[in-house]
């Protein structure tokens, strides 16, 4: 979207991004120029406009790059249930749980394990997990890189990167909507998923990517 801001606001002040989470903020420019906002899945931005002219500057993250590489097979998931048990698979490509039938009904933490590989030379800086139904972890090289429950899933890897092979982790917590459904002698979790005009449809779930690196 562009906004414009109405002169009340913008007359005389600079517009700031303040991140809530953690408390940073950027320098957008004068309040009196246009500014154009993309908002990725259930994102939001907070903008402070004040008279405060030094500061960072806001540098939006790349959705893509010229050019990237994508992690499309040789996954393993480990799926740990909140019923307690474990187990781990492996995918040859990464798929919504609900459209997999042995795991549309799985409520917990499921880790993706793979390996990327890297020349020497390529300077990727970012990595975009694509499509997640749940709250995202990431892990290269057995560094973290932070985690994220809205917003695009691109995570800032540069400093994490290496030339040759490298080690990506990513857990997804999911939601329980589903698993709710099918305990069919919960009264709660059937109010709340099945009964009446409260009957939930089935939800998506996990990575579904694709993951990339640019």
């Not at 940073?24 to 931005?45: D, K, M, Y």
């Not at 970012?126 to 499509?131: A, C, H, Q, S």
């Not at 857990?171 to 709660?188: D, E, I």
Request: proline share 5%.
């Amino acid at each position: 979207m562009n906004l414009t801001f109405h002169k009340d606001i913008a007359a005389g002040r600079q517009a700031w991004i303040w991140d809530a989470v953690t408390g940073e903020r950027w320098h957008i420019g004068a309040a009196t120029a246009p500014l154009a906002l993309e908002l990725g899945p259930a994102e939001s931005r907070l903008l402070v406009f004040d008279n405060e002219k030094k500061g960072p500057a806001w540098k939006p993250t790349p959705i893509a790059g010229t050019s990237g590489i994508t992690v499309s097979n040789g996954w393993t998931a480990e799926f740990k249930h909140i019923d307690g048990s474990v187990k781990t698979i492996g995918l040859q490509e990464l798929k919504d749980l609900k459209d997999m039938p042995d795991w549309v009904n799985f409520s917990g933490v499921v880790t993706y394990k793979a390996k990327i590989s890297v020349e020497s030379g390529a300077k990727p800086s970012w990595l975009n997990l694509g499509k997640v139904a749940g709250v995202s972890e990431v892990s290269i090289n057995g560094k973290t890189l932070g985690v994220q429950w809205y917003g695009r899933r691109i995570y800032a890897a540069g400093d994490k990167l290496i030339a040759g092979p490298n080690d990506i982790e990513i857990k997804v917590t999911t939601s329980m909507g589903n698993y709710m459904k099918t305990l069919k002698s919960n009264p709660v979790a059937q109010y709340w998923t099945n009964e009446k005009r409260k009957d939930q449809p089935i939800q998506s779930m996990g990575l579904i990517g694709p993951v990339t690196i640019y």
